[in-house]
């Protein structure tokens, strides 16, 4: 730290500095900026300003769009809180379904695409309030990193007879559905050790409905866990994360809702029929974050997502037509680590629950 002159005299002096003491704490003080500048680097002062927070939580999803839907209330609090949230998503939805007519050109164009698809996600983040986003396997939207070239691409999907996301028959070799898992785990173990989560979150192993890089995602992100945490592995540090979590839905909850759209003739759901693997009978849920406050915040990062999503009054629309309600209260599974419920019993209701 740079003392002043008054600092460095004895008790009671008021003498000012003369000219060529300031000179000399002027000489140290830059000295200790270009150290700090040139010898830590950007990225460097970055890392260590996250761990200068007791709260990290970092999440994986697959596409622009992906982690408003699924868990955008959850961030939402936790950066209202003060805590660290970093986004790491691993496509730049270049193959997804364009909804509104006016940017129906952009379907198709898988470049164009992506390109309005990042700057929707920017547009989210700042809804959001996320500071920190990342694309797996290169600098991520930060001013002060470099952009590399694209690691991976958007897979695209089919939907199967029971109208779940299936792989379509063809893959290009740089989708991320055809990555290498070790080899992507490994820039995302990169991102775990400068960040250091105490907190993961990402998809159940279905990839919640079954699109092949959520199911991507999910596999990417448990080894890189497993990676991060081992001695001699990869760059940086091991990290041990200490919870991980699965996004998921409560059966019983998803079933009402259901009934109570259908009744109103608003979904194409059948609230007695099959449901995607997201959704898991109600004592499989751990973690209930309840984010009411932040409604709004999630509703303007949806709106942000105009390609992908169309927002109603309590409801979203995505590109196969089916209505969904618009929750504030996001459930997850916890698949790494001790759950620590509250006292009087019930799910948790904080991720970093049990944690210092």
């Given at each position: 730290?740079t003392?002043?002159?008054?600092?460095?005299?004895?008790?009671?002096?008021?003498?000012?500095a003369?000219?060529?003491?300031?000179?000399?704490?002027?000489?140290?003080?830059d000295?200790?900026?270009d150290v700090?500048e040139?010898?830590?680097?950007?990225?460097a002062?970055s890392?260590?300003?996250?761990?200068?927070?007791?709260?990290?939580?970092?999440?994986?999803?697959?596409?622009?769009?992906?982690?408003?839907?699924?868990?955008?209330?959850?961030?939402?609090?936790?950066?209202?809180?003060?805590?660290?949230?970093t986004?790491?998503t691993?496509?730049?939805?270049?193959?997804g379904?364009?909804?509104?007519?006016?940017l129906?050109?952009?379907?198709?164009?898988?470049?164009?695409l992506?390109?309005?698809?990042?700057?929707?996600?920017?547009?989210?983040?700042?809804?959001?309030?996320?500071?920190?986003?990342?694309?797996?396997?290169?600098?991520?939207?930060?001013a002060?990193?470099?952009?590399?070239?694209v690691?991976?691409?958007?897979?695209?999907?089919?939907?199967?007879?029971?109208?779940?996301?299936?792989?379509?028959?063809?893959?290009?070799?740089?989708?991320?559905?055809?990555?290498?898992?070790?080899?992507?785990?490994?820039?995302?173990?990169?991102?775990?050790?400068?960040v250091?989560?105490?907190?993961?979150?990402?998809?159940?192993?279905?990839?919640g409905?079954?699109?092949?890089?959520?199911?991507?995602?999910?596999?990417?992100?448990?080894?890189?866990?497993?990676m991060?945490?081992?001695a001699?592995?990869?760059e940086?540090e091991?990290?041990?994360?200490a919870?991980?979590?699965?996004?998921?839905?409560p059966?019983?909850?998803?079933?009402?809702?259901?009934?109570?759209?259908?009744?109103?003739?608003?979904?194409?759901?059948?609230?007695?029929?099959?449901?995607?693997?997201m959704?898991?009978?109600?004592?499989?849920?751990?973690?209930?974050v309840?984010?009411?406050?932040?409604?709004?915040a999630?509703?303007?990062?949806?709106?942000?997502?105009?390609?992908?999503?169309?927002?109603?009054d309590?409801?979203?629309?995505?590109s196969?037509?089916?209505?969904?309600?618009?929750r504030?209260?996001?459930?997850?599974?916890?698949?790494?680590?001790?759950?620590?419920?509250?006292?009087?019993?019930g799910?948790?209701?904080?991720?970093?629950?049990?944690?210092a």
């Amino acid at each position: 730290m740079t003392t002043t002159p008054e600092e460095e005299r004895p008790a009671g002096s008021t003498a000012p500095a003369s000219s060529a003491e300031q000179a000399v704490l002027d000489a140290v003080e830059d000295v200790v900026d270009d150290v700090t500048e040139h010898e830590l680097g950007a990225d460097a002062e970055s890392a260590m300003d996250s761990l200068d927070n007791p709260r990290r939580l970092l999440l994986v999803h697959a596409h622009p769009d992906d982690e408003t839907i699924t868990s955008g209330a959850t961030m939402a609090r936790y950066a209202a809180a003060g805590a660290q949230v970093t986004l790491v998503t691993c496509t730049r939805g270049e193959l997804g379904e364009v909804i509104p007519p006016e940017l129906a050109h952009l379907e198709g164009d898988g470049d164009a695409l992506a390109a309005h698809r990042v700057a929707e996600l920017a547009n989210a983040m700042e809804a959001l309030g996320v500071e920190d986003h990342r694309f797996l396997g290169d600098g991520g939207l930060d001013a002060q990193r470099r952009p590399d070239p694209v690691r991976y691409r958007d897979s695209g999907m089919v939907y199967d007879d029971r109208g779940n996301a299936a792989a379509p028959p063809a893959m290009a070799a740089d989708t991320f559905a055809r990555a290498n898992v070790d080899e992507a785990a490994a820039y995302l173990v990169r991102v775990l050790r400068e960040v250091r989560p105490q907190v993961v979150a990402t998809y159940e192993p279905g990839g919640g409905y079954g699109h092949p890089d959520h199911v991507q995602a999910h596999r990417v992100t448990m080894r890189a866990v497993a990676m991060a945490a081992e001695a001699g592995v990869g760059e940086g540090e091991p990290w041990q994360v200490a919870k991980v979590y699965w996004s998921v839905l409560p059966e019983g909850q998803v079933r009402a809702a259901l009934r109570e759209l259908a009744g109103a003739a608003e979904s194409t759901w059948d609230p007695d029929g099959p449901l995607p693997s997201m959704v898991v009978p109600d004592d499989e849920v751990t973690t209930v974050v309840d984010a009411t406050e932040q409604l709004g915040a999630k509703a303007a990062a949806l709106r942000a997502h105009a390609t992908q999503v169309v927002v109603g009054d309590g409801t979203f629309v995505l590109s196969n037509g089916r209505t969904q309600p618009l929750r504030a209260v996001e459930c997850y599974r916890l698949a790494v680590g001790e759950p620590r419920p509250p006292a009087d019993g019930g799910p948790e209701t904080d991720l970093f629950a049990g944690l210092a």
